[in-house]
């Protein structure tokens, strides 16, 4: 039995005994005395899991929780797939934070996911090495506006800002209430009451310029109706969906698609040996996009605006190669 199994056997004794005596888990482990210190002290001090000796009892026990203690996992070991690929995509979001983001508060986090991820045959660089997580696209924000933005949609105060939109290629003024920061194909947008435009609206955070918290409380918006708002609709584009759209993939491409999941509320089914998937959404840009990444292996069958718009897309890019 390796350590990392011991920590297991030893986590599952206390959690399921009300105090466990030394010659129970000597006996279980098979180990010696000193090995079995060693290992206690390890979860102590390195997975912050409250294992005390209960003189009254006999026996070691894990302390009461406190109003203020957070929950204690064993090494990466035994998580489940999912859970893992959370540690580690925080783990690397952490790592790859502009330098100055959150730098004097983010480190004891990371020591923190990093015992929890390392036992005694794999080290946090060897998981890594053999678990890659690949950014796409990211774009650089600046950290003085992150930590502004950040600063202002928690102490609940409105900002002012000058904002590129790359669509129009113009500079305008903006007054905003900040409701929610996402993060987003490994980018930042910022969800906010746009008191100009007297409607939500959401900012690429890398497009603000010269940022300003400002005295006045944010406007309040209720979590439902945010939820309805931002999340119904396809991709970062927000709004009711006003549309649905209806997409045919080829045999080939099926094996693929078949299982993504494009949007929460999507529906597909199959017609012979292709796959058909409905998206609601409201903004074509960012499903356009989706869509012809996927070239001739997809086909538009409603709405007839969006197959005209795929359609339009790729003559043009034909026309790029007739040259």
Same mark, same amino acid.
């Given at each position: ?6 920590? $297991? ?10 105090? &466990? ?8 482990? #098979? ?31 894990? =302390? ?5 203690? &957070?929950?204690?996992?064993? /090494? ?21 934070? #502009?330098?100055?983001?959150?730098? /004097? ?39 003085? %506006?992150? +930590? ?40 930042? $947008? ?13 900012? =690429?955070? #890398? ?17 439902? $109706? ?31 698609? =078949?299982? #993504?999941?494009?949007?929460?509320? +999507? ?8 796959? %058909? ?10 499903? &356009? ?30 026309? +790029?190669?007739?040259?």
């Amino acid at each position: 039995m390796n350590r990392t199994e011991r920590f $297991y056997r030893i986590n599952n004794l206390l959690r399921g005994m009300s105090a &466990v005596s030394t010659t129970a888990l000597l006996n279980e482990l #098979e180990v010696s005395r000193a090995t079995l210190h060693r290992d206690l002290e390890y979860m102590c001090d390195r997975m912050d899991i409250p294992i005390v000796y209960d003189h009254a009892k006999r026996g070691y026990r894990i =302390a009461s929780p406190t109003s203020d203690s &957070v929950g204690h996992e064993l /090494p990466g070991l035994w998580f489940n797939s999912h859970e893992v690929h959370a540690l580690l995509a925080f783990h690397h979001f952490l790592d790859n934070l #502009e330098p100055g983001l959150l730098s /004097p508060h983010i480190a004891p986090l990371k020591a923190r996911i990093q015992a929890l991820l390392e036992g005694k045959e794999q080290t946090l660089t060897e998981i890594s090495a053999r678990i890659r997580i690949l950014p796409q696209a990211m774009r650089r924000s600046e950290p003085a %506006c992150f +930590q502004l933005a950040t600063h202002a949609l928690l102490a609940r105060k409105q900002m002012r800002f000058r904002y590129h939109g790359r669509g129009r290629d113009d500079i305008t003024t903006r007054v905003i209430s900040p409701q929610r920061l996402a993060h987003y194909r490994d980018n930042w $947008y910022l969800d906010a009451w746009d008191h100009g435009k007297r409607a939500l609206r959401t900012f =690429a955070l #890398e497009r603000i310029r010269e940022p300003l918290e400002l005295k006045e409380d944010t406007k309040d918006i209720s979590e439902k $109706y945010l939820d309805r708002y931002f999340s119904e609709s396809y991709g970062i584009f927000s709004g009711r969906p006003r549309r649905k759209a209806v997409l045919r993939f080829s045999p080939q491409r099926t094996r693929w698609v =078949a299982d #993504e999941i494009w949007h929460p509320q +999507q529906k597909g089914w199959f017609e012979g040996d292709r796959y %058909c998937l409905e998206i609601p959404y409201s903004d074509d840009r960012e499903l &356009v996009l989706d869509i012809l990444k996927h070239g001739s292996e997809v086909e538009v069958l409603h709405p007839k605006s969006l197959r005209n718009t795929v359609f339009e897309q790729l003559l043009r890019a034909e026309s +790029q190669y007739r040259k």
